[in-house]
Every structure is written in structure tokens, then in C-alpha cells.
């Protein structure tokens, strides 16, 4: 079965400093997807990046980026220079390739603070 | 429009009532996901719809009924719910492939539901 743990529930920092997100996560498959999602409070869910299990190199996004540790089964993710309206729930997920399910961590609160 | 539509997007109902969530996709997408998200809980994957049929059903009890009429069309018909089902409803679509293609999940703005 495949898993997903964000320890961090909640997690703040101040505007314009960098921020780390923890998720590791278990399957027993070789081609698989990560993915970070944001959720910011009352509005549509959306997809920060993603990153191929396939590929050594981290996935960058503008000031989001990801440390993929594959052997350690970690996926952090990384935003600098944060900004207020990166306020949110931000959700780790796992999928195997070519899978219709998606799992989810638990998600952690981050708030930036002005 | 354009991604995944909801509506409504607020909904309070009785325990007696039936009532119909709606679910869009302009994507062009074959896969059709609804989720259940509550408060300090994990997102709960509830039904999966691939090319319209059925191939998730996640214990989710009887009393959701999901519809999907074709690949772009995702309804959850909702009857005689308990309070405890108040929650935001989500509906998610995507493109799963063959080994190679992620299975990037686009998601709807929500269902925010109250059961009284």
C-alpha cells in the first residue's frame, strides 16, 4: 500500500524568508509521481509542482522547489521568499504511473506572516 | 469555462432531503474523481469514474449515489445524510495513461455542504 506523512500540521514564517515543508512517503512501485498541491484558504486547489521518480534532478517552480531524496522515500518542498498569499494548506501526494488514485498526506497550515 | 466546475458551491440540506452535486470538466479528460474533505482529516478519495464507469468505490455508504453520464459529467446524488457528512465535496479530473504519464489531478472549487 502506498502512504503519505506530513508531520508538520502547522507550520508559519515571515514574509520574504524561506520555508520547508516535510513529506515522506512509501510504495513498493519504481515508476512513480509526486506531487505538491496548495489549497489556499476558501479557493480551488491547485498543483505547485511535480516531480517524475525517475528523475535525479529536483523540480523547480519559480520560488518553490522540491529535495527528493528517493532512497530515503522524502519529498520536501521548499518556498523562498515567501510571500502572504502563499498562505495555505499545502497537501504532499503519491501516485504509481498511469494510476487513476492520488494519495494524499494530511497536509500542513502554513501561514506567512506580514 | 475553462478547468473543473462545481455547483452548487454552498449547499445546506435537511436529513430528509435529496439534493445533487454537480461536477464539470472542459478538459478533455477521462478520469472523474469525488472527494470528501472534513475538518483536521485527510482528503478522502470516495468514488473514481474512468471513460464513465466505475472503478473506485471507497466503502463510501449508500446514501451518496455518484452519476457519470460521460467522461465530462460527474454528479453525487446526496439522500437522507447524516450531519456528519457536512464537508466540502470535491471533484477532481485528469488524464491517467500509460506508465510515463502522471496523474496530475485538476480539482474543482468545491461543494461546501451542511447536513442539519
Known amino acids: 500500500a502506498q502512504t503519505v506523512t506530513q508531520s508538520q500540521p502547522e507550520m508559519s514564517v515571515q514574509e520574504a524568508e524561506t520555508v520547508t515543508l516535510s513529506c515522506t512517503y512509501d510504495t513498493s512501485e519504481s515508476n512513480y509521481y509526486l506531487f505538491w498541491y496548495k489549497q489556499p484558504p476558501s479557493r480551488q486547489m491547485i498543483l505547485v509542482i511535480r516531480?517524475?521518480?525517475?528523475?535525479?534532478q529536483n523540480a523547480t517552480e519559480n520560488r518553490f522547489s522540491v529535495n527528493f531524496q528517493k532512497a530515503a522515500k522524502s519529498f520536501s518542498l521548499k518556498i523562498s521568499d515567501s510571500q502572504l498569499g502563499d498562505t495555505a494548506m499545502y497537501f504532499c501526494a503519491l501516485t504509481q504511473g498511469g494510476s487513476e488514485k492520488l494519495v494524499f498526506g494530511k497536509g500542513t497550515k502554513l501561514t506567512v506572516n506580514p | 469555462e475553462t478547468g473543473v466546475t462545481q455547483t452548487p458551491r454552498h449547499l445546506v440540506m435537511g436529513m430528509t432531503n435529496k439534493k445533487s452535486l454537480k461536477c464539470e470538466q472542459h478538459l478533455g479528460h477521462n478520469a472523474m474523481y469525488w472527494y470528501k474533505q472534513s475538518a483536521k482529516k485527510p482528503l478522502e478519495l470516495m468514488f473514481v469514474y474512468n471513460f464513465k464507469e466505475q472503478t473506485e468505490n471507497n466503502s463510501v455508504p449508500s446514501r451518496f449515489s455518484p452519476e457519470c453520464p460521460n467522461s465530462s459529467h460527474l454528479f453525487l446524488h446526496l439522500h437522507t445524510l447524516q450531519p456528519e457528512d457536512s464537508a466540502l465535496y470535491l471533484c477532481?479530473?485528469?488524464?491517467?495513461?500509460?506508465?510515463?504519464?502522471?496523474?496530475?489531478?485538476?480539482f474543482g472549487p468545491g461543494t461546501r455542504l451542511t447536513v442539519l
Open positions: 477532481a479530473s485528469s488524464h491517467p495513461g500509460t506508465s510515463g504519464r502522471s496523474n496530475e489531478q485538476f
Open positions: 516531480q517524475e521518480a525517475y528523475k535525479q
